[in-house]
């Protein structure tokens, strides 16, 4: 799943250590969502969308499967 | 934390007594049991002064204790210790089996081979017993 969150973090001006702590996840797992090499859980997705007051639609794009 | 250091004094209390207990335990019936003690005694004597030092360390560094609580709880890491720990249960069953092998083939004992078999089917039920648990909690 492709995610615009290393986007959203930019304009924000937060470094990945800051939204790491707001969130309380480890730093590596803000990584690996931007990179998208993990898919976050529906919870942890509803706490990013939060914080930035957005969608999960608007942070997180499903595609469909072919 | 206070509650965590007294059974922490506990358990070292606990340990000291057992080894002094195993002192006056004596005899060649009771060579055993004050083995047991000695080998009780020292793990738990052990064990209480490291989780006293990480409670002294965690009381000193509260910054990085949060820090490592996050590390610990985080759901990514959650998740990739559970998968390790999965996928190194299904290596190790195989070495079970193999293990077994091993000990037909060298002609160990008959209980050594039952004992072996029983710890693979011990996996295979507690996997099955677990798989049906979560089915019904998730």
């Known amino acids: 799943?492709?995610?615009?969150?290393?986007?959203?973090?930019?304009?924000?001006?937060?470094?990945?250590?800051?939204l790491a702590a707001t969130l309380e996840v480890s730093?590596?797992?803000i990584g690996s969502l931007e990179n998208g090499r993990?898919?976050?859980?529906?919870?942890?997705a509803f706490k990013i969308a939060h914080y930035f007051d957005m969608s999960i639609e608007e942070i997180f794009i499903y595609e469909e499967e072919e | 934390m206070t509650s965590k250091k007294t059974l922490y004094i506990i358990t070292l209390v606990l340990g000291l007594v057992l080894v002094?207990?195993?002192l006056f335990v004596s005899?060649?019936?009771?060579?055993?049991?004050?083995g047991v003690l000695i080998g009780i005694g020292a793990g738990l004597f052990g064990m209480s002064i490291a989780q006293l030092y990480m409670v002294r360390w965690e009381e000193k560094n509260p910054e990085l204790t949060k820090q490592n609580q996050i590390e610990l709880k985080d759901e990514r890491n959650t998740l990739i210790r559970s998968k390790a720990k999965a996928q190194a249960g299904d290596i190790t069953q195989w070495?079970?089996?193999?293990?077994?092998?091993?000990?037909?083939?060298?002609?160990?004992?008959l209980w050594v081979t039952l004992v072996t078999i029983g710890v693979y089917l011990l996996y295979n039920i507690l996997s099955l017993y677990l798989i049906s648990r979560y089915q019904k909690e998730m």
């Open chain 1, 1 to 18: 799943m492709k995610n615009k969150l290393e986007e959203i973090r930019k304009k924000h001006n937060l470094k990945q250590e800051e």
């Open chain 1, 27 to 29: 730093r590596q797992t």
């Open chain 1, 38 to 44: 993990y898919n976050p859980s529906i919870l942890l």
């Open chain 2, 20 to 22: 002094g207990v195993s």
């Open chain 2, 27 to 34: 005899g060649e019936e009771l060579k055993i049991l004050s």
């Open chain 2, 95 to 109: 070495f079970i089996v193999g293990l077994a092998f091993i000990t037909i083939i060298i002609e160990a004992p």
